[in-house]
């Protein structure tokens, strides 16, 4: 079946589900539901949360079918309403892991050695990893800072490792204007890692 096929497929389905025809809901779900599976997947790399987000997607879809004036394609629709649920799912899945970390942290006495274990000159080390954190913390702030279409391009290409064309399925956006943003996202972020290190240099 060629696309332009498919999609007035598409489109008469999805009059007559805006008309109330479950039936071809069902079918437009049935018709995306493996493409909205598979970017969930290599957004979340993560069999349950991609399925949870399969489910959750459709669901957002058939809440606002009747909203949906067919302005892009249905495929392209469902796409940009999974991405955004993976989106989601990620930034929940970082501040869960944050916090699982500081739960399960190490003890530090008020003298900032650790509780209950022998103390070992580890200075050298500890300024290291005391600088990668400090280094994460950086980027992680310089990344929430870029614009809303910058992170996510940053995001699903440098995080997810999605390709130009996929990224262009999510946000409906042409190649080149990705390319563009992401390298723009991509500088913002060496200028916040020039501005760390220089800061380190100056003695800050």
């Given at each position: 079946?060629?696309?332009?096929?498919?999609?007035?497929?598409?489109?008469?389905l999805?009059?007559?589900?805006?008309?109330?025809?479950?039936?071809?809901?069902?079918?437009?779900?049935?018709?995306?539901?493996?493409?909205?599976?598979?970017?969930?997947?290599?957004?979340t790399?993560?069999?349950?949360?991609?399925?949870?987000?399969?489910?959750?997607?459709?669901?957002?879809?058939?809440?606002?079918?009747?909203?949906?004036?067919?302005?892009?394609?249905?495929?392209?629709?469902?796409?940009?309403?999974?991405?955004?649920?993976?989106?989601?799912?990620?930034?929940?899945?970082?501040?869960?892991?944050?916090?699982?970390?500081?739960?399960?942290?190490?003890?530090?006495?008020?003298?900032?050695?650790?509780?209950?274990y022998?103390?070992?000159?580890?200075?050298?080390?500890?300024?290291?990893?005391?600088?990668?954190?400090?280094?994460?913390?950086?980027?992680?702030?310089?990344?929430?800072?870029?614009?809303?279409?910058?992170?996510?391009?940053f995001?699903?290409?440098?995080?997810?490792?999605?390709?130009?064309?996929?990224?262009?399925?999510?946000?409906?956006?042409?190649?080149?204007?990705?390319?563009?943003?992401?390298?723009?996202?991509?500088?913002?972020?060496?200028?916040?890692?020039?501005?760390?290190?220089?800061?380190?240099?100056?003695?800050m």
């Amino acid at each position: 079946m060629s696309d332009e096929v498919a999609r007035e497929e598409d489109r008469q389905l999805l009059a007559r589900a805006q008309d109330g025809e479950v039936a071809a809901f069902e079918a437009l779900v049935d018709a995306h539901r493996d493409k909205v599976y598979g970017l969930a997947l290599r957004m979340t790399r993560s069999d349950a949360d991609a399925a949870e987000i399969t489910q959750d997607t459709f669901l957002s879809a058939y809440q606002h079918l009747r909203d949906f004036r067919g302005d892009a394609a249905f495929g392209s629709w469902v796409h940009r309403i999974a991405a955004n649920h993976a989106l989601m799912r990620l930034r929940h899945r970082r501040v869960a892991q944050a916090a699982e970390q500081e739960l399960t942290g190490p003890e530090f006495t008020e003298r900032g050695t650790l509780a209950d274990y022998p103390v070992t000159d580890w200075s050298r080390d500890a300024e290291e990893k005391a600088l990668d954190a400090e280094l994460g913390t950086a980027i992680q702030q310089a990344t929430d800072l870029l614009p809303q279409g910058y992170r996510e391009v940053f995001l699903l290409k440098d995080v997810d490792g999605l390709s130009y064309e996929q990224i262009s399925e999510v946000t409906g956006d042409s190649i080149p204007a990705i390319k563009s943003r992401l390298h723009r996202a991509r500088l913002a972020l060496r200028e916040a890692i020039d501005d760390f290190y220089n800061r380190d240099s100056r003695g800050m």
